[in-house]
């Protein structure tokens, strides 16, 4: 699976868009976008994924550049409960024993009051 | 989304004790399951691949004699710490992979080991 590169630590404030970025720029041509994030002591909760094209759904959107290499997530309306550390791992889609989700190191993001 | 569980939320045990983890997933069948482990600040490492029915495929540098995992059913995969010592207290969480290829986590369970 590709590698991804995100920044360590964000801050973002409250009631503003949270844009977390990542870059994969060895994905290969079938391999998708996947995002989770991970609250403190919870296990891993999915977010959005996408292939190719812009995807969105209630809880974000992500934005994948035309040539793949790039990737953002934008939550539109940060809360306070929306801190936690965010994952971007490229994977995939579907069978194979290799097929698997490897985290990096993610991003924490920190939302301020 | 699916939900899958585990049990115990979390353990507290002695040193050269046995530990089991179970895994459900409540509303789905899963095929595959996977089993991570993560220190405090770090991410999830990757532990197994667990396959129903059949042996499970450990990560490199995974002692799959100390790490005992059986996948019986399709909604059911345990992870047992065999002889568990104080640099096995982790944080483990199991994934289950649904027919439509998606992937869901449990919360996790918190083992100390004294």
């Known amino acids: 699976d590709a590698k991804t590169t995100q920044p360590t630590s964000m801050d973002c404030a409250e009631g503003r868009a949270a844009n977390l970025p990542c870059n994969h720029s060895t994905i290969s041509g079938n391999e998708y976008v996947y995002w989770y994030r991970q609250i403190h002591s919870q296990g891993p909760q999915y977010i959005i994924h996408?292939?190719?094209n812009n995807e969105t759904n209630e809880m974000a959107s992500l934005i994948i550049t035309e040539d793949r290499k790039s990737s953002t997530l934008i939550l539109p309306h940060a809360t306070l409960r929306d801190t936690a550390v965010y994952y971007c791992i490229v994977r995939v889609g579907r069978g194979g024993a290799t097929n698997k989700l490897i985290f990096g190191t993610g991003t924490l993001l920190a939302v301020q009051p | 989304g699916a939900v899958v569980s585990q049990h115990p939320s979390w353990v507290i045990c002695k040193s050269g004790t046995s530990v089991k983890i179970e895994c459900r997933s409540l509303d789905f069948q899963a095929t595959t399951m996977f089993w991570y482990r993560q220190f405090p600040k770090q991410s999830l490492m990757l532990m197994a691949t667990?396959?129903?029915?059949?042996?499970?495929?450990?990560e490199q540098g995974v002692e799959k004699d100390k790490f005992l995992i059986n996948h019986a059913s399709l909604t059911l995969s345990t992870l047992t710490v065999t002889s568990a010592h104080p640099e096995d207290s982790s944080f483990y969480i199991c994934?289950?992979?649904?027919?439509?290829?998606?992937?869901?986590f449990g919360p996790g369970t918190r083992l100390t080991v004294l």
């Open positions: 994934s289950a992979r649904s027919g439509g290829n998606e992937q869901f």
């Open positions: 667990s396959n129903e029915g059949s042996k499970a495929t450990y």
């Open positions: 996408g292939l190719k």
